[in-house]
C-alpha cells in the first residue's frame, strides 16, 4: 500500500512520522494528539475525532478528540440516527468511506448534522470515516473532516487506509494497557485492603504470594507445628491437595476449609487462577467472623421458625446436646430439625452451613 501511493518526500516524511506517532505511548490520548497534526496534513484534513465504541458498555460508545473540540459531537446522542456512514462503515470495515460515495452534494449540504455544524459555526462540509475492528466487542471509528467545500479524494483515502494497520494496533495496545493499569490498580487496593486476606500457592507447595492481612490471621489460626515445611498450614495444605486431585465437578461444595476457636469462625476459599501457560495457581481466600454469625435472610426465608432457632444455635457452633438444652428439647428433636435445616438449605453439614452463612454476610 505505502510503495503504490507514490508519496513525495514530504509526504515520505510525514507518513514515517505518523507511524511512529501511533507506537510512541501507551496513553491513547498522547497517541492522537502526536498523531492529529500529521494526519490532518497528509489527508489534507482539518479536524479529527475517534469514537471508541464498547457493545457491553454503556453508553456504548465515547468520543475521543484530539485538539479542539468539535461541538458537534457533544450533541451526537440526537444526531446519530442522522449520521449517514454508521450504516456503511459498519457494513465494511477497515473500508475508508467519503461523503461523496454516499450523498449527493445537495443531500449532504440538506443533512441535519451538515446543518446543525453550520448553526454551530463549525462547517463541516467534508467527512471521511472508516471503522476499525479492535477486539470482538471492541471497535472504534476514525473520522476526518473539512472545513472548506472540497472534497476528499481516493488518494487522500489511500493514504488513510497505508496507516489503519498501526493506527487498529495503536488503539489495542493503549486500550489493553489501560485495562492492566485498571486492573492492577484495583488488585492493588485489595492486597492492601483492611478486610482482605489471601495466601496465593502453586502447588504442590510453593507460596508465591501472602497479603499483609494474611500473615496475620495465619499468625493468629495456627502455631508452628501446624506448618507444613513449606510454611503453608497443614489443614490447608491438605485441602489443598485433595483439590488438585479432584476434576472441576468434583471440587463443588469442597472447596472451602470452616474452622472455629469458639469465638470466631474462620473461613478459607480456595481458588484456581486461570493461567495462559504453566502450572495453575490457587489463591486462598481467607476471612474471620465472630462465631455467632447472623442467620442471612437469604437462608432464614427458606426456612421455619423452629428450624430458624436451631441454625441460629449452630451459627454459634453448638453441639446438638447444648442446643437441646438451651431449648429444652431432646437430642433426638434436635437432630431432625438440623437434618430438615440442611436439606432445605442445601448445605452438606454444619462446616458447609457456617461456612455458606459467612459467605453471605462477608463474601469470602
Not at 14 to 40: H, N
Not at 218 to 247: C, K, N, Y
Amino acid at each position: 500500500m505505502f510503495s503504490s501511493l507514490k508519496l513525495n518526500a514530504k509526504e515520505q516524511m510525514l507518513w514515517f512520522r505518523a507511524t511512529y506517532a501511533l507506537g510512541s505511548s501507551l496513553s491513547l490520548s498522547k497517541v492522537l494528539e502526536a498523531f492529529r497534526p500529521l494526519i490532518l496534513e497528509l489527508a489534507q484534513a482539518d479536524a479529527m475525532a475517534l469514537c471508541l465504541m464498547h457493545a457491553a458498555r454503556s453508553p456504548g460508545y465515547t468520543w475521543v478528540i484530539p485538539g479542539p473540540r468539535i461541538q458537534l459531537l457533544e450533541e451526537y446522542d440526537r444526531l446519530i440516527e442522522h449520521d449517514p456512514f454508521r450504516k456503511p462503515i459498519f457494513a465494511r470495515p477497515n473500508w475508508v468511506v467519503r461523503d461523496t460515495q454516499l450523498l449527493s452534494r445537495k443531500e449532504f449540504v440538506g443533512s441535519l448534522i451538515h446543518q446543525r455544524s453550520l448553526e454551530l459555526e463549525l462547517r463541516l462540509d467534508h467527512v471521511m470515516a472508516v471503522l476499525l475492528p479492535i477486539r470482538p466487542g471492541f471497535v472504534a471509528a476514525l473520522a476526518l473532516y473539512r472545513n472548506r467545500p472540497r472534497a476528499f479524494s481516493p488518494r487522500n483515502a489511500a493514504v488513510l487506509t497505508s496507516l489503519l494497520e498501526y493506527l487498529t494496533n495503536a488503539v489495542r495496545n493503549c486500550s489493553d494497557f489501560e485495562s492492566f493499569t485498571i486492573g492492577a490498580n484495583l488488585l492493588e487496593e485489595f492486597y492492601r485492603g483492611p478486610d482482605t486476606a489471601f495466601l496465593v500457592v502453586q502447588p504442590p507447595h510453593q507460596e508465591v504470594l501472602r497479603s499483609p492481612n494474611a500473615a496475620a490471621l495465619l499468625d493468629r489460626w495456627f502455631t508452628p507445628s501446624d506448618l507444613h515445611a513449606s510454611g503453608i498450614p497443614i489443614p490447608l495444605q491438605e485441602r489443598l491437595d485433595a483439590l488438585v486431585r479432584m476434576t472441576p465437578a468434583e471440587r463443588r461444595g469442597k472447596d472451602f476449609w470452616v474452622s472455629s476457636d469458639g469465638e470466631r469462625c474462620r473461613t478459607v476459599r480456595f481458588v484456581e487462577l486461570p493461567a495462559p501457560e504453566g502450572p495453575r495457581k490457587w489463591a486462598l481466600k481467607m476471612n474471620e467472623l465472630p462465631v455467632s454469625i447472623p442467620l442471612p435472610e437469604e437462608m432464614e426465608c427458606k426456612l421455619r421458625p423452629s428450624e430458624v432457632t436451631v441454625a441460629n444455635l449452630l451459627l454459634r457452633d453448638l453441639s446438638d446436646k447444648e442446643i437441646a438444652a438451651a431449648l429444652g428439647l431432646s437430642v433426638h428433636t434436635v437432630k431432625s430439625h438440623v437434618k430438615r435445616l440442611i436439606d432445605r438449605l442445601d448445605v452438606d453439614s454444619r462446616s458447609d452451613l457456617l461456612y455458606k452463612a459467612a459467605r453471605f454476610n462477608k463474601p469470602v
